[in-house]
């Protein structure tokens, strides 16, 4: 079994930071790239970055400039530091993973979301 959890999540003025992070544990063979999704309510699940296992990134352009995404591949786990948060940015966000178990299967992997709120 693989087990991702999210952490960091919580409420924040517009302007402010919050950090997530991510943790994927079980029988990990090998992380091919770990990623981060949002779900705002009534929309659909949309990608905001992902970082392969040589450290590449891609981010939305909604979030450029303003979020990061890291990883560190010997603990199996990505972090996203979210900064100049605004409004709209409001969404719960998941850890998403795709990734080799020891017994050979590959698929993807999500963790159970954590809710950023971002409100005065």
Known sequence: QVQLVESGGGLVQPG??????CAASG???S?????WYRQAPG?????VAI???DGSTN???FVKGRFTISRDNAKNTVALQMNSLKPEDTAAYYCHAY?????GHIGDYWGQGTQVTVSS
Do not use: P
């Open 43 to 47: 929309k659909q699940r949309e990608l």
């Open 31 to 35: 992380i091919y790239h770990m990623d």
């Open 51 to 53: 970082i392969t296992t």
């Open 99 to 103: 990734l080799r178990v020891v017994a």
């Open 59 to 61: 981010y939305a352009d």
């Open 16 to 21: 402010g930071s919050l950090r997530l992070s």
């Open 27 to 29: 029988s990990i063979f």
